[in-house]
Each structure stands twice: as structure tokens, then as C-alpha cells.
């Protein structure tokens, strides 16, 4: 299970964050915002020679036997995207995407 989901636009800027439990909701968002700042510093080094451009690789970003929470997040998302009511590059504000987020976090209590 997930203790934070956050989907990304691909201008870089985070379109949906949510994490539980909420009282480390700040330490996510940082985390979430550092990711993006690495990731921008390796977009950004593309200018350099062959050699530095295979450093662009970030590695495995999720383990193997998740694939079907991913899966079933990338079909959801999807979904959103999809909907012609909504504007790409806005926040997503689905109940529907939200309850498919609810159901891959982490339950406390």
C-alpha cells in the first residue's frame, strides 16, 4: 500500500498530492517537490555530451509486483484526462480518481 500518490504534470508541477497519515502531509509535499527539482536538474543536462545523456536514467521508480496499483492509477488517471470537462493542466478534482487513490493508501486505525 502507498502512503503518498502524486501525479505529475509534464510541465513538472505537481496536478494531485495525497498522503496518509495527514500529519506528515508537509514532509510528502517536500518530498514530492525535491523528486521534481532532481528531475528537472537531469531534464536540464541534456545539452551535454552522449556520455552525461545516459545519466538521465533515474532507475526503477517503482518495485516490479506494483505494477497493478500503477496500472490501476494510470487507468484512472486516464479517465480524467479523458473527461472533456476538464482542463489539462489543471488540479484533478475527480471523486472518482480520489476514491481509486483512497483505496491504494495505507488504512490507519
Do not use: W
Not at 9 to 29: G, M
Not at 30 to 38: E, G, K, N, R, W
Amino acid at each position: 500500500m502507498a502512503v503518498c500518490i502524486a501525479v505529475i504534470a509534464k510541465e513538472n508541477y505537481p496536478l494531485y498530492i495525497r498522503s496518509v497519515p495527514t500529519q506528515n502531509e508537509l514532509k510528502f509535499h517536500y518530498t514530492v517537490h525535491t523528486s521534481l527539482d532532481v528531475v528537472e536538474e537531469k531534464i536540464s543536462a541534456v545539452g551535454k555530451s552522449l556520455g552525461d545523456q545516459r545519466e538521465l536514467y533515474l532507475g526503477l521508480l517503482y518495485p516490479t509486483e506494483d505494477y497493478k496499483m500503477f496500472r490501476k492509477l494510470h487507468n484512472s488517471f486516464t479517465d480524467v484526462m479523458c473527461n472533456p470537462f476538464h482542463n489539462p493542466g489543471d488540479t484533478i478534482q475527480s471523486k472518482a480518481f480520489d476514491g481509486i487513490v483512497s483505496g491504494m493508501m495505507v488504512q490507519t486505525g
